[in-house]
């Protein structure tokens, strides 16, 4: 993800506490991103992205003068969407009038619908330093909504929400550790619950070295034990050559690290090359330093994977099932 895919690294997406800790111009909603910067988040190939757009219509970027496409981050929601339904076969031509069919009814009801209600009672709780309302706003949204909708539907826009108002705020410090720590012991008993479970491959996450902000990266090994990986999960500022012998010992086949501030450039320039060479197995990066700093992560041979847990995992799934087929 505070600056999952992952560091409150979630935290806080516009006092830069935010996989995943986005910056505030990573979490803008109306930053627009040029082609391949959307197809390194997504995971899709920048042709395939012409293709819906040309042959289907799914998507609708802007254009800079010279013709460049631009695109938002409602384009980014969708194009996610898209590939979700294609990977549950979907045919492709099919997709464009079950999204419009999905958006009628939610146009109509999302100002009744849960989510406002639940952000706005979680929010008073967390101003009341109201433990138990927390709980209970929490774990009503969690008994009819599964983990990766709640997360992705309310913590994350709390987050974010929360985010806005700490800023300057006389109490804000205070407000966000009670509930940074409400979260990182709700999200631990949520992953030691899935571990069970996860008999997938094991990956390796961690906060780069000076990172201190976890909740993210938390939320990013919520989602990759759902989606049956299991996550090594060593925590906030973690030397790199510390994340390389735990993923020989633990025999973890990716390495995950979250930074949203940016490293020191020692980080950069040594650490992350020398962590890729010694492990010798994927290495990804989270976070909205991955956005900002994507180039100098891929010279470092690493590659950046954004702010969005689930484009985390799916890209990192995606790899390991490339590195399997050609084994």
Not at 88 to 96: A, E
Not at 106 to 129: N, T
Not at 243 to 252: K, L, P
Not at 281 to 296: C, D, K, N, T, Y
Request: aromatic share 6%; hydrophobic share 45%.
């Amino acid at each position: 993800m505070y600056n999952i895919f992952f560091t409150v690294s979630v935290m806080l997406y516009n006092s830069g506490h935010a996989f995943l800790a986005a910056s505030p111009m990573a979490s803008s909603a109306t930053e627009q991103l040029p082609i391949r910067t959307v197809a390194s988040l997504t995971g899709v190939k920048a042709v395939t992205l012409r293709a819906w757009e040309r042959r289907y219509s799914l998507i609708r970027p802007d254009r800079t003068p010279t013709g460049h496409r631009l695109y938002t981050h409602d384009d980014l929601q969708r194009i996610r969407r898209v590939q979700e339904l294609v990977e549950r076969g979907v045919p492709v031509g099919r997709v464009r009038a079950l999204i419009e069919a999905e958006a009628a009814p939610k146009r109509a009801v999302r100002r009744e619908g849960p989510w406002s209600g639940y952000l706005e009672r979680m929010a008073a709780a967390i101003e009341r330093f109201d433990e138990a309302e927390l709980d209970r706003v929490h774990d009503e949204a969690l008994s009819v909504h599964p983990v990766q909708r709640v997360t992705t539907r309310l913590l994350l826009p709390l987050l974010n929400q929360l985010g806005e108002r700490w800023n300057g705020l006389p109490g804000a410090i205070a407000e966000e550790h009670f509930f940074a720590t409400y979260l990182r012991s709700k999200l631990g008993a949520r992953l030691h619950h899935f571990v069970r479970y996860a008999s997938g491959p094991k990956l390796v996450a961690a906060c780069a070295p000076g990172e201190l902000h976890e909740i993210g990266l938390m939320l990013f090994a919520l989602h990759a034990n759902a989606a049956g990986l299991r996550t090594v999960l060593l925590g906030a500022d973690t030397p790199l050559e510390d994340v390389a012998v735990a993923q020989r010992r633990s025999g973890a086949k990716a390495v995950v690290i979250s930074f949203s501030m940016d490293p020191a450039p020692e980080t950069l320039q040594r650490a992350l090359p020398n962590l890729v060479r010694r492990t010798a197995v994927p290495v990804f990066v989270g976070g909205g330093g991955a956005i900002r700093l994507r180039q100098a992560i891929r010279s470092a041979g690493a590659t950046p994977i954004g702010i969005e847990p689930e484009d985390g995992v799916r890209r990192i799934q995606a790899a390991l099932k490339r590195g399997k087929a050609g084994s």
